[in-house]
């Protein structure tokens, strides 16, 4: 039968479907919305660090998201270790004893390929970096360049390496840096691996001299943090306000989040 009356038909259909939509949308997306709050509460509560370290890894190019999950981490009783060449991988992780690791790729200047470089040859046969020499004779120097290699000073990144320091590496003496020194280093003993044999078939053998770090004055405390700020983005060794931490706990202070979430105090 054809309906002598379309519009009034339209008219019921669409009303029909204003009234549907007022919570069939709603519903649809509170019942999706609950199990991913449930799903994410559950592993927050039972699986923290990872929860954490894959959340943080999912804003590593949002420095300012980063610094309120750092906080959260520490309210959680979490720590959140620096960068380091020899644990660190590209995104944060989390090590045997539920610490979460700075990922390499968080810190500014050092590029993906060099990233992709230290780990690979982190995870040969010859395993982890003893020192910094076996280091810099180790990696793709024109991969992890002197940029990269900088970065990785200023974020801590070689401070898993006994007997040579931050403001030792970056020292600078009759216009060459230390770690300009190193670089060379590397590259000689880079040379002298890869060379072939004689004609006599003996093995071409050379001795490279190891760089002796130079004996240097250290960085003052806020220098060091603020370098490591620059490049990581936050403060992660140490915070400028330490040495007052007394003071600070004898004062009624407020804190600038609370005169935010109460702007008529």
Known sequence: TVNKEPEKLVDKIWSDWEEFAKYAFNKSHSVCYAELAYITGYLKAHYPSEFMASVMSHNLNNLDKITIQMEECRRMGINVLGPSVNSSFNMFTVDDDDNIRFGLNAIKGVGTNAVKDIIKKRQNEEGKYKDIFDFISRVDLHQVNKKSLEALVYAGG????????????????????????LVKYGNQKQADSSSGTSIWGEMLEKTVETPKPPDCEEWP??????????????YISAHPLDQYKFELSQFNLTSLSDLKNNPGK
């Open 221 to 234: 405390s806020l220098y060091k943090l603020k370098k490591e700020k620059e490049h990581v983005g936050m």
């Open 158 to 181: 070689f401070d898993c390496f006994e007997g040579v320091e931050r403001h030792q590496l970056l020292f600078e003496e009759n216009e060459t840096m230390f770690l300009e020194t």
